[in-house]
């Protein structure tokens, strides 16, 4: 089997209502949508979806890096996970959503070849996985009624956005605990809105609500004060923006600087990478995280559902884009529904069938 071909496409989406989070505030879904084309007539979607706040990438940026990816493709098996790879890895330095792209593209053809759906080619733990959903940054009467609506529709974990000023993180996490009642787990994600010593002294004060754990207290840079935090803090620390990679993921369990760590396939560049990451935490005992980012759409998250259904260590997941979008552009995979439980389609792949209306 050899590639033959790499379609893009590009889809804008609006979300259901403005994301604001301490980084900024995200209006749309803006996704490359690639269709990897075979000898065989064998085909597999991907996307990168990029994340600027984030990953620095924009949709532009995605789109050429994915037609270099093409010329660095072409005649290669897309079967040959190992070779994609190192061939996507020597054309681009970095570019993890075009890279998320092509790899996912290549699962797809993988399980359809195989005949299974990716998650059992991934390993085959389960064929689903319980997600949280995600208050965004607002006013702590409109987060906690939105908190208390998903705790309704059946959701048992809150993730919910901070880091601005303390006085108003703590109004906003404790209108959501008495909204939400005792049962029902906080998570907390700052973005990197915090110093290390300013961490510390918010977390403390924050844990009289009872929170699970808190994601991205500082810096992405600031290893030395995320080991910090999590040293002195008896709330779970976890890294999100401080991992992007496999060496990134060393680096942190080596000098024990997070209890837990946030993977996403848009951050460190496809499931393979995803896979090394997850291997080195399972090793040092650090559970992880599937997260996902606001720009991605149903293929982004279901490729990512895959993996954290199919692997043990990865006991969180925060895969909850597409139920903020208005609309699905692509058929197939995990819908807009709003649930907690992501139940994996069975079909070879992952279940993807293309774009609507093109």
Not at 119 to 137: A, H, Q
Not at 151 to 163: D, P, S
Not at 257 to 283: F, H, P, Q, W, Y
Request: one cysteine or more; glycine letters at 10%.
């Amino acid at each position: 089997m050899k590639i033959t071909n790499i379609k893009v496409d590009t889809v804008e989406v609006p979300l259901v209502e403005p994301f604001t989070i301490s980084l900024g505030t995200i209006t749309h879904a803006k996704s490359a949508i690639v269709k990897v084309e075979t000898d065989e007539g064998i085909f597999g979607y991907g996307e990168g979806g990029p994340g600027i706040l984030i990953t620095g990438e924009n949709l532009p940026g995605t789109v050429d890096c994915i037609k270099v990816f093409e010329k660095a493709l072409i005649g290669t098996d897309p079967t040959d996970l190992e070779k994609v790879y190192w061939i996507l890895d020597r054309a681009a330095a970095h570019a993890p959503c075009g890279k998320t792209a092509i790899d996912m593209a290549c699962y797809d053809i993988l399980g359809k070849k195989a005949g299974l759906p990716v998650y059992k080619l991934l390993g085959g733990y389960s064929n689903s996985i319980e997600t949280d959903i995600t208050v965004g940054i607002d006013t702590p009467e409109y987060m906690a009624k939105k908190a208390a609506e998903f705790v309704k529709m059946g959701f048992n974990t809150i993730k919910t956005k901070v880091g601005t000023t303390t006085e108003e993180d703590i109004a906003r996490v404790k209108a959501i605990r008495e909204a939400v009642g005792s049962g029902v787990k906080i998570r907390l994600d700052a973005n990197q809105g915090w110093s290390a010593k300013q961490a510390i002294q918010i977390i403390e004060r924050l844990d009289e609500y009872d929170i699970e754990l808190v994601e991205q207290p500082v810096p992405y840079y600031d290893f030395e004060g995320l080991e910090y935090v999590t040293k002195n803090s008896k709330v779970l620390i976890m890294s999100d923006e401080s991992c992007f990679n496999a060496k990134d993921a060393l680096r942190l369990v080596s000098r024990r600087a997070v209890d837990v760590v946030n993977i996403k396939l848009m951050k460190c560049g496809g499931i393979r990478e995803a896979l090394k990451i997850n291997s080195i935490c399972e090793t040092a005992g650090i559970e992880c995280m599937l997260g996902c980012m606001v720009e991605e759409t149903n293929l982004g998250i279901t490729a990512a559902a895959s993996l954290g259904a199919a692997t043990k260590n990865i006991t969180r997941a925060d895969l909850d884009a597409t139920f903020t979008l208005s609309e699905l552009m692509f058929e197939g995979g995990i819908g807009t529904e709003v649930k907690k439980d992501l139940v994996l389609p069975e079909e070879p792949g992952f279940g993807f069938k293309g774009l609507k209306n093109r």
